[in-house]
């Protein structure tokens, strides 16, 4: 009869620490899913940037809007004349 007290006690330290541990893990699991939906924010947020300064680009690398700018806000003109001079390869 004396060991039926210790085992009732072992029995209720035990399930204890398992419900502590499964506590912990499942806050911890609730942590992780925070952090992923955060991460998941900023992973939306970057790829909106990303794709904001690639039409950026695009619009700085197109030809007719740097011919424009060229022409409009630095007042330069296109050669009416080109002379093209040819001279023979060089002899290393």
Avoid: C, W
Wanted: net charge positive; aromatic share 10%.
């Amino acid at each position: 009869m004396k060991k039926e007290p210790r085992f009732f006690i072992f029995g209720l330290v035990i399930a204890f620490l398992l419900a502590a541990f499964h506590l912990y893990v499942y806050t911890k699991n609730i942590g992780l899913h925070y952090e992923v939906n955060i991460l998941k924010m900023e992973l939306r947020q970057i790829h909106d940037q990303n794709r904001n300064l690639s039409s950026v680009v695009s619009k700085k690398r197109n030809l007719f809007r740097i011919n424009q700018a060229a022409t409009e806000k630095l007042g330069m003109q296109r050669p009416e004349k080109v002379n093209y001079v040819l001279t023979s390869p060089e002899r290393r």
